[in-house]
C-alpha cells in the first residue's frame, strides 16, 4: 500500500502560478503511475495530468496543456502539479492518486488517493 499526502494549495491571483507537491510513504513510489485530479464545488472529479513510473510519458487535459506540468521524483517519493497562468477555472481541490497501470487516464485506473489539497484563483 502507499499512502499519499498533497501539499502547496493556496490562494492566487489570475495569471500566476503555484506548485502542489504529493507526498507518498509505503510502498516505492516508482512502482506506480501517478496522477492528479481536480474536483469543483458541484462539479465531478476530472482527470488533469498523469504520468508513467518512469516519468518518461505524461498526459494532461486539454484544459491545461501548455499551462500545466506534472513530474515526479522517485527518489524523493514525490510528485509534482506545476500550474502556470491559472485561471479562476482552476479553482477546485486538487488530489493525486497511484495506478499500477502504465499510465493511468481515468479515475478508474487509480488505487491510492490523498485527501486533497485546495487551490483557489481568484480574478
Known amino acids: 500500500q502507499v499512502q499519499l499526502v498533497e501539499s502547496g494549495g493556496g490562494l492566487v491571483q489570475a495569471g500566476g502560478s503555484l506548485r502542489v507537491s504529493c507526498a507518498a510513504s509505503?510502498?516505492?513510489?516508482?512502482?506506480?503511475?501517478m496522477g492528479w485530479f481536480r474536483q469543483a464545488p458541484g462539479n465531478e472529479r476530472e482527470f488533469v495530468a498523469a504520468?508513467?513510473?518512469?516519468?518518461?510519458?505524461?498526459h494532461y487535459v486539454d484544459s491545461v496543456k501548455g499551462r500545466f506540468t506534472i513530474s515526479r521524483d522517485n527518489a524523493k517519493s514525490t510528485v509534482y502539479l506545476q500550474m502556470n497562468s491559472l485561471k479562476p477555472e482552476d479553482t477546485a481541490v486538487y488530489y493525486c492518486?497511484?495506478?499500477?497501470?502504465?499510465?493511468?487516464?481515468?479515475?478508474?485506473?487509480?488505487?491510492?488517493w490523498g485527501q486533497g489539497t485546495q487551490v483557489t484563483v481568484s480574478s
Open positions: 509505503g510502498r516505492t513510489l516508482g512502482s506506480y503511475a
Open positions: 492518486a497511484a495506478s499500477p497501470r502504465t499510465l493511468g487516464l481515468q479515475m478508474g485506473d487509480y488505487t491510492y
Open positions: 504520468i508513467s513510473r518512469s516519468g518518461f510519458n505524461t
